[in-house]
């Protein structure tokens, strides 16, 4: 069967599934506010997809595009109650790349079953260490739950990397908090620069922190060497004389979209080829090869050429 790609050679190889549109955090760049929730209603159409429905649609789309990895994220992927079935499903059809993104508070709990149904790897998004600071940025507390979240994925044996969105103002003078705290626990960890998502679509400029600046204030304590970038990554990556890797995720300043390789599916069915696209594709109802077929071909057109171009959906509600 011919493979779907675009005139730049990109196809979607990494699934992000986001299996819930609600958060125990309402962090400041994510939720419009401190009880968000469902403001920005554009895709909240419908029952969410059970994990039965969810299983037949993974497997109708890796039929068809050989998926290499999953990452299953939301909203908050551990307030889905049925992940370790649905990680363990996944894997039996042999794709053993699985990831997930979470804010790490229900962690502790629930590590040791995600590990043993099959999960390979943990993004936590930390944004501080000190907790006046998680609760400015996050809306609650949940630094020491967060914390204990991460040590527990890391007992149990998986592979935890740390995502922190770093804003102008709010949170900059954690960045050198949150490298020491990573290297200190031997953990990847990457500064993201903040996305015009939602409620901050038009006005992400205020809050913006280059991947210049975080460099900058980097680099007042530590000398470092840019290390290869692969391909699809979100990440440039550097490592510190002392052999530490951080990385930065700079979809401003050095957007990665020429190789991208993501599609998205929401918790109703949708697809979307591209973070920066308010529009859902729905292939929650279409059991005709050649129908998920072109609305692969339109998933694929919303692809940018160049950068992340804004969305009025927050990631909250397109999945992150
Ligand atoms: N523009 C853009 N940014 C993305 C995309 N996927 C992830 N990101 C950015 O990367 C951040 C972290 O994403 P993660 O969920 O950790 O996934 P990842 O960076 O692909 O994870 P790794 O495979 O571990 O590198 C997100 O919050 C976004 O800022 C994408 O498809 N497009
Ligand atoms: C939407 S969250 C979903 C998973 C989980 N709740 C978490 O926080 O990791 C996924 C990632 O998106 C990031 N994110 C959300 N809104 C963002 C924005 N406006 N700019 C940059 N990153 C953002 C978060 O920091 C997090 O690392
Ligand atoms: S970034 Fe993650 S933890 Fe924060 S509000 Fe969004 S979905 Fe929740
Ligand atoms: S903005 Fe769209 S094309 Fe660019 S990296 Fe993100 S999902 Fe891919």
């Not at 037949?56 to 595009?65: A, K, N, V």
């Not at 890797?245 to 998205?264: H, K, M, V, W, Y």
Request: hydrophobic letters at 40%; aromatic letters at 6%; glycine letters at 6%.
């Amino acid at each position: 069967m011919e493979e779907i790609k675009d005139h730049f050679g990109r196809t979607f190889k990494t699934l992000r599934i986001s299996l819930i549109n609600t958060c125990n955090l309402a962090c400041t760049y994510c939720s419009y506010s401190n009880d968000d929730d469902q403001k920005n209603n554009a895709v909240n159409k419908g029952n969410n997809l059970k994990t039965k429905e969810l299983t037949d649609l993974i497997i109708r789309l890796h039929e068809r595009l050989n998926l290499g990895s999953i990452r299953f994220t939301g909203g908050e992927p551990l307030l889905y109650k049925e992940l370790p079935a649905l990680i363990e499903g996944v894997r039996k059809l042999g794709i053993t790349d699985l990831n997930l993104t979470t804010n790490g508070l229900l962690l502790q709990k629930q590590a040791s079953a995600l590990k043993a149904a099959g999960l390979t790897a943990i993004n936590v998004s930390l944004d501080a260490t000190d907790p006046l600071t998680f609760f400015m940025m996050a809306r609650r507390h949940g630094l020491e739950q967060t914390l204990k979240g991460i040590d527990a994925a890391l007992h149990a044996g998986i592979t935890v990397k740390i995502n922190s969105v770093i804003m102008k103002g709010l949170n900059e003078n954690q960045v050198i908090p949150l490298l020491k705290y990573a290297a200190d626990q031997q953990l990847i960890i990457r500064f993201l620069e903040i996305m015009a998502m939602g409620h901050l679509h038009g006005k992400a400029d205020d809050y913006f922190f280059s991947q210049a600046e975080i460099l900058k204030l980097i680099s007042t304590r530590h000398r470092f060497t840019p290390v290869q970038r692969t391909k699809s990554a979100t990440a440039n990556y550097w490592q510190t004389e002392a052999g530490h890797i951080f990385g930065i995720i700079a979809n401003e300043s050095q957007p990665f979209c020429t190789d991208c390789d993501r599609l998205r599916l929401d918790a109703y069915g949708n697809i979307y080829g591209c973070l920066s696209s308010n529009q859902p594709i729905s292939i929650r109802d279409i059991s005709d090869p050649a129908l998920l077929d072109l609305s692969l071909k339109e998933a694929l057109k919303q692809k940018q050429t160049i950068k992340f171009t804004g969305s009025k959906l927050s990631m909250l509600h397109i999945g992150g």
